[in-house]
């Protein structure tokens, strides 16, 4: 690659339903310029998010969409490549929200930090671990689902990066913990390399199971019923954990993946046993607890060092792969946290 060149991986049209290669296109552009006070950084890692599928739609949220013909937003490690802020010099490792390219432009009041990468194995680690997705599963569960030793845990899309983490936590904490993913393989890692207690198959040989058929087998693991519920997937997933809650059971509301490439929203069918069992459901976002992320990080850095906590990340390589690496993500081709190294 020309060192003068930036690829951008541009967002060409909205998707409709499950993304195409024809929503994107790959753009070379020249270099740019670092701004007054601030710098452009050379991304070195792109994480890859089911948050971002939301954040192509033209719809409200929490942030606002992507605009047409700006390369795809995402939270990125990297290197400073040029710097006019005083706070940040030349090469400085970095973390922040820029996008799917080559070098990012960041103005003064964004999200970028500096990062000390001899802590880590390898700097992708602030895209999992000891970044959004490890703390997302910190305080998610040790902070939003106020869990008591001895209850029972469920995680839907457990063996993905931010599951698979909240199911080891919450056998740190002393619950019984229970993980719903798709297919042999994934059930196997979550007992094997992630300790969870019970592992559910939401797939049959047919395809995926009927809520019927699904509530049975969670009925099975949990017959005193799920204190808390880790949801990441919503839909039929979520409607058969919905019919095995506890008495006043939390649900933590951390992402819906199952409905991000819906043209039409399915929505939640068992949602009156909320009131049946006078649960709680308390919608999650990291952002709230950035303050405290100096904290978080310590403890899930201190458990890794210790053996106790075990993260996998799926490094997939080159811009230009962008994006078959972004829909691995819906695929369930994915094992561990999806990462892009740009170079």
């Known amino acids: ?81 040029e710097s006019r802020n005083p706070d940040f010099a030349a090469g400085d490792w970095v973390l922040g929200l820029n996008a799917i390219e080559d070098y990012s432009v960041v103005t003064p009041g964004g999200f970028t930090s500096k990062i000390d990468v001899s802590i880590v194995d390898s700097p992708s680690r602030y895209l999992s671990a000891v970044g959004a997705v490890g703390l997302t599963a910190y305080f998610g569960l040790t902070d939003a689902a106020a869990p008591r030793s ?36 994934k059930c196997r890692r979550l007992v094997e390399d992630y300790g969870f207690d019970v592992a559910i198959d939401y797939k049959s040989a047919s395809g995926a199971k009927s809520v019927d058929a699904l509530s049975a087998e969670i009925a099975a693991a949990a017959p005193q019923g799920v204190d808390i519920l880790f949801e990441n997937v919503g839909g039929d997933v979520m409607d058969a954990v919905l019919l095995n809650l506890a008495l006043h059971a939390r649900v933590v509301l951390c992402g819906l993946i199952s409905e991000y490439n819906a043209p039409e929203k399915i929505g939640i069918r068992n949602l009156w046993q909320v009131i049946v069992k006078q649960a709680t459901i308390k919608g999650f976002l990291i952002a709230g607890y950035v303050p405290r992320f100096a904290e978080g990080g310590a403890v899930v850095a201190q458990w ?28 369930g081709a994915n094992t561990g946290k999806l990462v892009l190294a740009v170079d």
């Open 1 to 81: 690659m020309n060192a003068l060149e930036n690829r951008r991986f541009i967002l060409a049209r909205r998707p409709h339903g499950t993304p195409t290669r024809d929503d994107f296109r790959l753009e070379k552009t020249p270099v740019p310029s670092a701004p007054e006070g601030g710098m452009v950084v050379r991304n070195r890692f792109v994480s890859l998010d089911p948050a971002q599928r939301g954040w192509m739609d033209d719809a409200p949220s929490y942030m606002p969409p992507i605009p047409l013909g700006d390369a795809v937003r995402a939270t990125t490690v990297g290197v400073v490549h």
């Open 150 to 185: 001895g209850e029972t845990l469920l995680v839907t899309g457990a063996a993905g990066a931010v599951g698979s983490m909240v199911g080891q936590i919450g056998k740190i904490l002393g619950l019984r913990v229970i993980g719903i993913a798709g297919g042999a393989e």
């Open 304 to 331: 890794i060092g210790e053996g106790r906590l075990r993260v996998d990340e799926d490094i997939q390589h080159g811009l230009d792969n962008a994006y078959d690496a972004f829909m691995r993500l819906f695929s």
